[in-house]
């Protein structure tokens, strides 16, 4: 069962991850990407994290994937005569990511892993929530400083370009 | 119960969740090689596509595919490191969405277009 559902899962990840690189479309692309998401989301309790899955389909499926389809509408990118690749991209890219995978494959193949236990026990949001708030504190209190700074510079960002435009 | 629970993960996460038992004939080289080959793909769509928010969405899955490995690592470990450490990813991914998402609305307004063959104004 749980075979079954890995490579259910693996397929329609990699499968709709495909779909995002080789689609004109960039609204079918970020479709993609949403399949590709709930994919991995299942790949997730298979690894027994229910609750990072979840975090998953709630930060990426619904705001990430939502912010682009609305950038999309917003600026009506409609896919026009495109350029064709050059021959030397194509393959410049292809030979990029195959070497990436056989290194990535080549170090996991030689290399000493531990030994899996078997089972463990399904983390809670009790053990996350013991973790953030002692082992990994300050890198919580800097990620939270982070949002703060995003959030100030995404406002700067289209701030900057109203006042440019009324100064006309 | 028992009964129920030998149904599969699923199953038992939502009737009892606290020690699961199924066996899996895939283990941790199989999940990093699909978080390998996922991390390519986002890496050739990256180097191919033209459209800049398609190559943002690229970059969100090779992002996605270290979340899969680090997850993987976690529970083959037996430690919550690694997912403890897939949080913080989430919120730079989430961060760096909103930050590009508005310099490429910022691009639009001034240039009108975001293909990147056509943003080659540093270039001259």
Known sequence: ?168 | MTALLNHGPLMAIILDGENLRYPSTYGLPSYLLLSAVLFAIGFFGVLLRKNTLVIYMCLELMLLASTLALVAFSRFNGTLDGSVFVFFILTIAAAEVAVGLAIIVALFRRRHTIQVEELNHLKH
């Open chain 1, 1 to 168: 069962m749980a075979d079954t559902l890995f490579i259910t899962f693996a397929v329609l990840t990699v499968a709709s991850a495909l779909l995002v690189v080789v689609n004109r479309n960039a609204v079918n692309a970020a479709l993609g990407l949403l399949i590709s998401l709930i994919g991995l989301a299942g790949l997730f309790v298979l690894l027994d994290a229910p609750l990072l899955a979840f975090v998953l389909l709630l930060v990426y499926a619904g705001a990430v994937v939502a912010l682009f389809l609305f950038i999309i509408m917003l600026l009506d990118t409609t896919p026009g005569a495109q350029k064709p690749y050059k021959k030397m991209t194509v393959a410049a890219s292809l030979l990029g990511a195959g070497l990436l995978i056989t290194g990535i494959v080549s170090l996991t193949e030689r290399a000493v892993l531990p030994h899996a236990p078997a089972t463990i026990a399904v983390p809670t949001l009790k053990n996350y929530a013991e973790q953030l708030f002692t082992t990994y504190l300050l890198p919580v209190q800097v990620v939270g400083f982070m949002l703060l700074i995003a959030m100030l510079g995404v406002i700067v960002l289209s701030k900057k370009f109203n006042q440019t435009e009324g100064a006309k």
